[in-house]
Each structure stands twice: as structure tokens, then as C-alpha cells.
């Protein structure tokens, strides 16, 4: 499989096994460094990140998925989207362009891809890929859970990824609803 297709692969059966709904946001982390088989930050590869955000946002745009893309820590972690999301979210939207060596190449090519990109500081996604540990927990909702996949890497970058559900509240009497999560 190439990147392109093992991205696409992993960002279906996340979506999938996470039940998002259309509007629902899946953030991604990515070190092209790692993909490429080099430490996080060392080595960012534009060409890679292409195919790697290609695949899962053609992926994201068949669930009806908004897509999010974190930064590196370069830009404290911001999050690329769609200004629209940013809009029906009621986000702030913060003044930075990604580059690949300030703010990594995944989210440069969300950047030069979306119609009409912003940058946010915060977010909370309903499910996210973690493609080479770039930490990208702090942009989930409150419960994430993690999910296994059949594809755990994608080039040579470890990945994670997780799911959210809503917080069970109420204590041992409490019923839950099982399709929530």
C-alpha cells in the first residue's frame, strides 16, 4: 500500500468504528518526519504530507466529516480548518499561515487544500488520527477512547487514534444508552 492509500484506509475504519455523524470533526496530528522513518521534527516532507492529507481528507469528505489539522508545537499546537467550522462552532480565529518547518507540512497542506482555511487555538473533535505521536489529545472532547485499527502505521509513523463518547454521569443506578458510545 502507498501513503496515500493507507491513510485513506485507516481515516475509513476510524470513522466507522467511531459512528461520527456528518458536521462531526476529526482532528489529525502528523509528523511527516516519522512517516519517513526520522524523529518528529527533523526532517518534514511536504511530499509525503500530501499523500497522507490527501487520503484522509478524502476520506473525512465522504462521511461528511470536517477535517482539522493540528500544528506542531512550533505554533503551540494551533488547528487548521474550514472557516465555516470556525464559524458554527463560535471558534476564535487566530493570524498564522503553517509552513512545513513552522507548523508542519500535514497542516501546510490543509493550509494550501481547504477553501477557505483559518487557524484556531482550541478545538474538540469527535474523533482523531495520530500519525507519529505528535499528541494531539488536547483538541478531543473530554472522554476520548482509543481505537484500534488494522492499519497501525501509516509509512513508518506509529499511529493512534481515538474516539470520543459522552461522559456516563448518574453512578451505578444510572441506564445508559449503548449507541452513544
Known amino acids: 500500500m502507498n501513503l496515500y492509500e493507507e491513510s485513506y484506509a485507516a481515516a ?19 509528523s511527516t518526519s516519522e512517516v519517513a522513518g526520522s524523529m518528529i521534527g527533523s526532517a518534514s516532507r511536504p511530499e509525503l504530507a500530501e499523500d497522507v492529507f490527501m487520503g484522509i481528507w478524502t476520506a473525512a469528505k465522504e462521511a461528511g466529516v470536517y477535517l482539522a489539522a493540528q ?9 487548521i480548518i474550514e472557516k465555516e467550522l470556525a464559524r458554527k462552532r463560535g471558534l476564535d480565529i487566530v493570524n498564522v499561515i503553517p509552513q512545513p518547518k513552522a507548523g508542519g507540512s500535514f497542516a501546510t497542506k490543509a493550509y494550501e487544500h481547504f477553501h477557505q482555511p483559518v ?3 482550541h478545538i ?3 474523533a482523531g488520527m495520530d500519525v507519529g505521536d505528535t499528541l494531539i489529545g488536547m483538541h478531543m ?9 488494522s492499519v497501525d502505521r501509516i509509512g513508518e509513523a506509529h499511529l493512534v ?5 459522552p461522559k456516563y454521569i448518574g453512578g451505578e443506578r444510572a441506564h445508559y444508552d449503548a449507541d452513544l458510545g
Open 119 to 121: 487557524a484556531v487555538e
Open 141 to 149: 472532547k473530554e472522554v476520548a477512547v482509543p481505537v484500534r485499527l
Open 71 to 79: 500544528c506542531c508545537e512550533h505554533l503551540n499546537r494551533a488547528v
Open 124 to 126: 474538540k473533535a469527535e
Open 12 to 30: 475509513v475504519e476510524l470513522l466507522k468504528i467511531a459512528k461520527v455523524e456528518p458536521g462531526d470533526l476529526l482532528i489529525v496530528g502528523c
Open 161 to 165: 487514534c481515538a474516539r470520543t463518547r
